[in-house]
């Protein structure tokens, strides 16, 4: 974007281009060689020679760093006039970016910014979750749902992974038994009016028969997909017995419904039979052959297809292993009340995200915009930095070295001749002994390397 004159101060970047003296400034900082921050490494000889001079005072200052009078002079002294060189080297670069610093800066401050904004959001959402895991409810249904995953997934393993048969849950499960019970009732109720003359005790009974009917087909189609499992020798007798009680019910039941139905059916035609004329008009070779056993049974057909057809839905909805489906569908509930407990707290969660959006996308937005008007200056700044850190880091093992050897010096010249080297630590002139200073850490962080000048 093309700037107006007013806008383009002396030496800056124009059209994404720079100046000349800025190019010449910049190269006179790379210029600067890092290898002059190791070239006052000094030697064991030096060393020597340094902390005898030191020593010949019979007296020897140490401060919190470690360091002594002589190592001040010898070793930092020339650590700051490398400093100072550098900072003389680098002056005309940074008066050319002075009038920029702070836009050039405000990019990096915007990103500072924008992972605050990111931070605050984190502890926003934490406190949201602490209030909520404060709700004794919530921590109980958070322990059932922990539960149930842990469980569930033992049993997944446990499984080959496969998926399992859930349906035998499903409300959909229940309508097609319900199908299979109105099926009974359509089949048995015409004859439950004739046997018992009144429709509503007929259709009382056909219900009855139904929901006996449909409960017997649940009963063997779920014993029958796990028999396996139920009956085998693992289970403990009390476990078996269980089982064969439910068979035993479920057999039970569907008697109940073959000889209801049969028994109504066999009445019905009997009293056919009975309330049929004597006369036959049309002579005895036109007579209607009644046979009323053949006729039941033949008619109790329909009656079993109905329970197969219940066998059948409750065979294909229900898992081979029982534990398997249980604890899948005990995840399925305790998810579904985890759920319902959180919602709020997701929709609170979202809310504080979306908020913190708006205010992370203003912050890029403007750090774009200085980015594209200062993107090359702030490009060679960050060079100029990392030049700088290499420095600072060169100096930084220079400095230790030196003082290493300094002090390593110093304490073989005491151990040499304890009686005439003492050392005296701090303002308060407490007297160490040569083995306590030995045992003191040499501190050269690149903070302090950069104040010394």
């Known amino acids: 974007m093309a700037k107006t004159s007013d806008q383009i101060k002396p030496n800056a970047t124009f059209d994404g281009q720079v100046s000349p003296s800025l190019e010449a400034a910049f190269q006179g900082t790379q210029s600067f060689q890092s290898s002059r921050a190791t070239g006052f490494a000094m030697s064991s000889s030096d060393a020597i020679a340094l902390a005898k001079e030191e020593a010949a005072f019979g007296k020897i200052d140490v401060d919190d760093k470690g360091l002594t009078a002589g190592m001040r002079l010898h070793v930092l002294q020339p650590a700051r006039s490398v400093l100072a060189d550098w900072r003389t080297a680098r002056a005309p670069f940074d008066q050319i970016l002075a009038p920029h610093i702070s836009k050039i800066e405000s990019i990096d401050k915007s990103a500072e910014e924008i992972d605050e904004l990111r931070r605050k959001c984190t502890r926003e959402e934490a406190d949201l979750e602490r209030t909520l895991e404060a709700n004794t409810k919530y ?49 048995n109720y015409d004859v439950f009016v004739r046997f018992l003359q009144v429709p509503a005790w007929a259709a009382a009974t056909a219900i009855i028969l139904g ?67 004597t006369i036959n008009l049309l002579g005895g070779e036109a007579s209607i052959d009644i046979n009323p056993i053949r006729d039941v049974l033949i008619s109790l057909l329909g009656n079993i297809g109905a329970w197969v057809v219940g066998v059948f839905w409750a065979y294909i909805g229900h898992d081979q292993d029982p534990d ?21 707290l997701d929709q609170e969660k979202e809310t504080v995200r979306a908020r913190y959006a708006i205010e992370i996308s203003k912050k890029e937005n403007a750090a774009q915009t200085f980015l594209r008007d200062f993107e090359r200056l702030r490009n060679l700044l960050l060079q100029v930095r990392e030049h700088e850190n290499a420095i600072i880091g060169d100096l930084q093992t220079t400095l230790l070295t030196n003082a290493q050897r300094y002090h390593d010096a110093l304490i073989q010249l005491a151990a040499k001749e304890p009686d005439k080297l003492s050392f005296i630590r701090g303002d308060a002139s407490q007297t160490i002994s040569a083995y306590e200073y030995k045992n003191m850490p040499l501190k050269f962080d690149s903070s302090f390397v950069r104040g010394l000048v």
């Open 324 to 344: 398997y489906m249980e604890a899948a569908h005990e995840r399925e509930k305790a998810q579904d009340i985890y759920n319902r407990f959180r919602k709020d």
């Open 139 to 187: 921590v109980q249904v958070k322990e059932r749902y922990d539960n149930a995953v842990s469980r569930y997934k033992q049993k997944f393993a446990e499984n080959d992974q496969r998926v399992p048969v859930l349906w035998g849950y499903s409300p959909t499960y229940i309508i097609a038994l319900a199908f299979t019970g109105v099926a009974e009732w359509f089949i």
């Open 211 to 277: 929901a006996l009917l449909a409960f017997s087909a649940h009963g063997y189609g779920k014993l029958l997909k796990q028999w396996a499992y139920r009956f085998g020798r693992a289970r403990t007798r009390a476990q078996r017995f269980t089982d064969w009680r439910f068979l035993a019910l479920s057999t039970l039941g569907l008697s109940i419904v073959l000889v209801a139905a049969g028994g109504s059916r066999y009445a019905a035609v009997m009293r056919l039979i009975g309330n049929a004329p």
